[in-house]
């Protein structure tokens, strides 16, 4: 009996320790440690690049109606005016067509565009473009239609460019001129070229155009640095030599082009079926 007594306390006594152990070791010696909360990090919100800097240059687009070599030459160096009297980056770009060009203006490939006539007509009728100066030849901003032949092919000219005091004149008329072209095979230009297909001269010159979405501080930039360029000796010879023989520009908006858009319609022309 004394025996199982003993036995039942020792185990008691060891059942005692393990508890008090297991307690011993759940209490913690010491608090804790939260780790400290890490302020977020603010990234700030991108740097939009500016319209006219040279990682967003300013593009102006040629006509492609002249060798691109000489449009190459001439748009680089009215370009670098440009920029000398804008701080404005611009480039130049030479357009596959007529077609091409007017949609440049369009999607943003081009703020400025040297425009001929139907070409803008297409591109205002489709809000795209917005003139701003038209060129002027021979002291004009109108012209007809001209047949230009090589210099070696035997025709005669009947066009004295002097007459009408610079403004030019034929001196036959078309009969005699034309039947020189009888039984020859002609070249056609663009079908968005008005000089091309009107015998009359209503049509106005090629003009400076910029995009419709083109801000309007940086329109105003561009629009006095182009007065300014017609306006000097070295602007006119840029102008001059650009390939487009400029001998100046006139300041016109939209409404320049109103009749000739009556001739057009007076003639069943309708300049969007011209772009293929």
């Given at each position: ?41 603010e ?201 487009y023989?400029i ?30």
């Amino acid at each position: 009996m004394r025996k199982n007594r003993t036995f039942l306390a020792f185990s008691l006594l060891l059942v005692a320790s393990f508890v008090l152990g297991a307690c011993a070791q759940a209490t913690p010696t010491e608090a804790p440690v939260v780790p400290a909360e890490v302020p977020a990090t603010e990234v700030p919100p991108p740097t939009e690049v500016p319209l006219g800097s040279p990682e967003m240059p300013i593009v102006m687009a040629l006509a492609p109606s002249a060798t691109s070599q000489e449009l190459i030459a001439g748009g680089d160096a009215i370009a670098a005016k440009l920029s000398e009297l804008t701080g404005y980056t611009i480039t130049t770009t030479i357009p596959t067509s007529y077609a091409a060009l007017v949609e440049a203006m369009g999607s943003g490939n081009a703020h400025i565009g040297w425009l001929p006539p139907l070409a803008y007509v297409l591109a205002s009728q489709k809000g795209y473009a917005d003139v701003v100066y038209v060129a002027i030849r021979s002291g004009s901003d109108y012209y007809g239609a001209q047949f230009i032949a090589n210099v070696d092919s035997g025709f005669t000219s009947y066009f004295d460019a002097a007459a009408n005091d610079g403004a030019g004149a034929n001196t036959a008329d078309a009969a005699t001129a034309l039947v020189q072209f009888d039984k020859k095979k002609p070249c056609w230009t663009d079908p968005l070229s008005a000089s091309g297909y009107v015998t009359d001269p209503i049509i106005p010159n090629d003009n400076v155009s910029v995009a419709m979405d083109l801000p309007e501080d940086v329109r105003a930039k561009i629009v006095e640095a182009l007065g300014t360029l017609a306006s000097t000796e070295e602007g006119i010879t840029l102008l001059k030599d650009g390939g487009y023989d400029i001998s100046g520009l006139s300041a016109r908006d939209d409404t320049f082009y109103d009749q000739f858009r009556v001739y057009l319609e007076a003639s069943g022309i309708d300049v969007t079926t011209l772009v293929k």
